[in-house]
């Protein structure tokens, strides 16, 4: 009987420390520079996967530009894949304003300094691996 008691504790404590190590959560810094003025602000998310890609955020920001640079922190990410891409929305109406052929007229960029020939910038180029606290930089 005492050998089954420890047993199962044993393999209660296991059970315990997986399920710690799988909660363990980082922090990522996104260093965004070279934007064009201080005006308005940055719209940036932080997306998990293809499919959500530049449509739907695991996690969002609005932060203020000074310097023509900005910086905003994402908290408790576990570990995974992600991309991150953002708008300067430089007249406030929370969306990118595009010219007559959908060009965009705000800055724009993603992960990765990710770009593309016609539309927006791929998943796949913009992704990354976070295993730890990380610092990304994006330049315009």
Do not use: R, W
């Not at 293809?50 to 920001?61: M, R, W």
Request: charged share 25%.
């Amino acid at each position: 009987m005492k050998k089954i008691v420890l047993i199962l504790l044993f393999i209660c404590s296991k059970i315990v420390l997986i399920s710690a190590q799988e909660k363990e959560t980082f922090m990522l810094t996104v260093n965004i520079s070279g934007l064009e003025s201080n005006e308005g602000t940055l719209m940036v998310g932080i997306y998990n996967n293809k499919s959500d890609f530049l449509k739907t955020q695991l996690k969002g920001a609005i932060v203020k530009i000074k310097n023509k640079k900005s910086v905003v922190i994402f908290k408790n990410l576990t570990l995974g894949e992600y991309a991150i891409s953002f708008i300067h929305d430089e007249n406030n109406n929370n969306k990118i304003d595009t010219n007559i052929f959908g060009i965009p007229k705000e800055d724009y960029g993603c992960s990765n300094n990710a770009k593309s020939f016609i539309g927006p910038p791929k998943y796949d180029d913009a992704k990354f691996i976070l295993t730890e606290n990380k610092t990304i930089e994006i330049h315009i």
